[in-house]
């Protein structure tokens, strides 16, 4: 009877796990490496004692990324909070707020980057499960502007279309080429910006190399919470 039971758990698990696709898989795992904060501070460092000229430096970014579910809503959210050279201890410059899902046509992972309708995602400040009730007439989003991540051997790659990303900044179309690297504890990424006759406007060579940083998570927290104190 044992035997039957165990056999019975067995059938029920595995078809549990053959519902989903391979590409449903593999999103599950990118969103739990993507979770989490990020920081570029050893790739920083590394160009300080290399003593690179300041065009060919990197700003030091500190991100936190909060997922969050939205019913109706396929995949999830991150909400992304940005800081500066101080790391997650320092103030907020912006938070971003970007939808993944699968896209089963491509059998790839789409990455769309949401922008406010009216103002920006201030409010969503230590505050990131605010976005779940966000409606569709609070964003927009370019959808030639799609990043699409693959999973290749231990990593995801990810990229828009060539030549396909155009925007607008100051007036002139542009266009971007977005691309990054992911694993467990690595995250790369380069924003190429060109005009409209190819020449590079914006963005270095080398990739944005950011590491797990568990660390500031903790940190950062108690400095918010002194700061806090010393207001009241």
């Not at 898989?25 to 739990?32: I, K, M, S, Y």
């Not at 909060?66 to 396929?74: A, F, H, R, S, Y």
């Not at 100051?170 to 006759?197: C, F, H, K, P, Q």
Request: proline letters at 2%; charged letters at 25%; aromatic letters at 12%.
């Amino acid at each position: 009877m044992r035997h039957l039971l165990i056999a019975i758990l067995i059938t029920l698990f595995s078809g549990s796990a053959s519902a989903q696709t391979a590409i449903e898989r593999e999103f599950d795992t990118f969103v739990h490496w993507f979770s989490g904060n990020w920081d570029n501070e050893i790739q920083t460092f590394n160009e300080g004692m290399q003593r690179l000229p300041d065009d060919m430096r990197h700003g030091r970014i500190h991100m936190k990324y909060e997922t969050v579910k939205v019913d109706g809503l396929p995949g999830v959210l991150f909400v992304i909070e940005n800081y500066g050279k101080e790391g997650l201890q320092g103030d907020v410059n912006y938070v971003s707020v970007h939808h993944f899902h699968v896209d089963m046509e491509r059998q790839a992972i789409a990455h769309e980057l949401w922008f406010k309708t009216d103002g920006n995602w201030a409010y969503l400040t230590d505050n990131a499960q605010a976005a779940a009730d966000i409606q569709p007439g609070d964003y927009r989003f370019n959808s030639q502007c799609v990043l699409y991540w693959t999973r290749e051997a231990g990593q995801f790659k990810g990229a828009t279309d060539p030549g396909a990303c155009v925007t607008t900044e100051g007036g002139e179309d542009v266009t971007v080429e977005a691309t990054g690297i992911l694993t467990r504890n690595d995250l790369w990424r380069s924003d190429l910006v060109y005009d409209m006759e190819g020449n590079r406007i914006r963005g270095l060579d080398e990739f944005e190399k950011f590491r797990k940083a568990k660390f500031y998570s903790c940190y950062g927290a108690i400095r918010r919470f002194q700061r806090r104190l010393s207001h009241l």
